[in-house]
């Protein structure tokens, strides 16, 4: 078992040191966390098999990738991350984590498109669990200036998943049939959780806060929302999350259509340029920001935003252009440019909130922002596909695209807004 509750009398900076025991606990949360995104992003690369099995429109694929995942995992998120303030947060993630895996197994056993759609709510049902409790989990492990780099590296989970599922579900589907997808990447996440429950244990809860005391729901809402670097991040963040949600789901059936790509061949080229160049992304946003905000918190947001911003003009050229070589090479910087904002943004919404709200805080941010982005974005983009068939053909998936460079390059400019109140805002969560 790792021991990870410090010695009685152990100050904040003394637990701020070093350690194998807390980066073994941030590698398995990273882990758990691509095998959320896994489990998400291999619907995305099944879309056309799917669709034709079904016999579905663009819509109702949009709803099973997007609102039908997200219906339970906004509704039941709030309550688990408050549970999660209170509770032991490695067991809610060990069970969320173990139930998730079980209903993607189940996806694969889908016999209409009303069992799939149960199965995807089960599984973010799930995952509405595990993000905030691990988020709440790393906070008490590093401190302040630390946390840019550790949730950078943690945010790294979103694009291995995403790399590991077009990859699987590309590979697979192509040689097995996407029933088999389904059961490849269920069945890992079932062991991983069982090693999480044995392997690791609770930190102190503000561990890296001089105090810490438990706060009742509307106290801690009302402080929330009165911070208004949380307020126009938490806007910011739901704009650029429904460009990373609706690429992740549409450029799979983008590289069918207009690129004409196998599907292990989509496996292929959406997992390297868009998977490891957004791991890239996340991995440099943590990093970069976690040394350059040290002297100006405002950092925290400007360099998000930067990127952001760059991200917008960058993947409308992808959309639009009618080389394979420079859509390939543009889809992988998008994905660089957007990825880097996830570890700052993550670190924010623990960073201006208190050692007691940090779950819920973190659950906010991730419920409000998936909602919106993995709810509205695929969704939005089958409806346009189909208003636009009829005019352009397949060739409507390229247009419906571009709402997505619109959304990242409003989220920058609402990241700068914030980035005026995060002095005083951090100031007001550490009094």
């Known amino acids: 078992m790792v021991d990870l509750a410090p010695q009685a009398g152990v100050q904040a900076e003394a637990a701020a040191r070093p350690s194998a025991r807390r980066y073994y606990v941030l ?39 997007g609102f039908g995942f997200v219906l339970f995992y906004s509704l039941l998120g709030i309550p688990i991350a408050r549970m999660a303030d209170r509770m ?24 209409s498109v009303t069992t799939l759609a149960l199965a995807r709510i089960g599984v973010g ?48 589907n192509q040689h097995y049939g996407w029933r088999m ?21 609770e930190p102190r809860r503000g561990a890296m806060a001089e105090t810490f005391k438990a706060e009742p729901i509307v106290p801690t809402l009302r402080f929330l929302f009165s911070q208004p670097s ?24 983008f590289l069918a259509r207009i690129h004409h790509l196998t599907s292990a061949e989509i496996g292929t080229y959406a997992g390297t340029f868009k998977g490891l160049a957004g791991m890239a992304g ?66 924010i919404a623990q960073t201006v909130a208190k050692p007691s709200m940090r779950a819920l805080a973190s659950a906010i941010v991730l419920l409000t922002a998936t909602c919106f982005g993995q709810g509205i974005g695929p969704l939005a ?23 997505a460079a619109a959304t990242t390059t409003l989220g920058a400019l609402l990241f700068v807004c ?8 951090i100031a007001r969560a550490s009094s």
Request: include cysteine.
């Open 27 to 65: 590698g398995l949360l990273t882990i758990i966390y691509a095998l959320n995104f896994l489990d998400r992003t291999i619907f995305n690369v099944l879309i056309e098999p799917i669709k034709k099995e079904f016999t579905l429109s663009d819509t109702t694929m949009g709803l099973l990738a």
């Open 88 to 111: 032991n947060r490695r067991n809610i993630v060990a069970v969320a984590f173990a139930f998730w895996s079980a209903m993607t197994y189940l996806c694969g056993m889908a016999s």
């Open 125 to 172: 049902l799930g995952e509405s669990a595990g993000t905030p409790a691990s988020q709440s989990l790393i906070a008490d492990l590093f401190d302040k200036n630390e946390r840019p780099r550790a949730l950078g590296i943690y945010a790294i989970g979103t694009y291995l998943g995403v790399f590991l599922g077009y990859f699987i579900g590309g590979y697979v």
């Open 181 to 201: 997808a389904f059961f490849t990447a269920g069945l890992p996440g079932v062991a991983l959780a069982a090693i999480l429950w044995l392997t690791i244990s």
């Open 230 to 253: 949380f307020v126009i991040v938490l806007v910011g963040f739901c704009l650029t999350t429904y460009t990373n949600y609706a690429t992740a789901v549409w450029i799979p059936p």
């Open 282 to 347: 996340t991995l440099t946003g943590g990093l970069v920001v976690a040394r350059i905000s040290r002297r100006d918190d405002r950092w925290k947001l400007w360099a998000p935003a930067i990127m952001s911003g760059l991200a917008g003009p960058v993947f409308a050229l992808c959309m639009l252009t009618q080389s394979f070589t420079l859509m390939v090479a543009t889809l992988a910087l998008t994905s660089f440019l957007v990825g880097f904002h996830l570890g700052p943004i993550f670190a």
């Open 381 to 403: 983009v089958g409806m346009i596909n189909d208003a636009l068939k009829g005019n352009y053909g397949t060739d409507a998936v390229r247009y419906s695209l571009l709402s």
């Open 418 to 425: 914030a980035a005026r109140a995060i002095r005083s805002d």
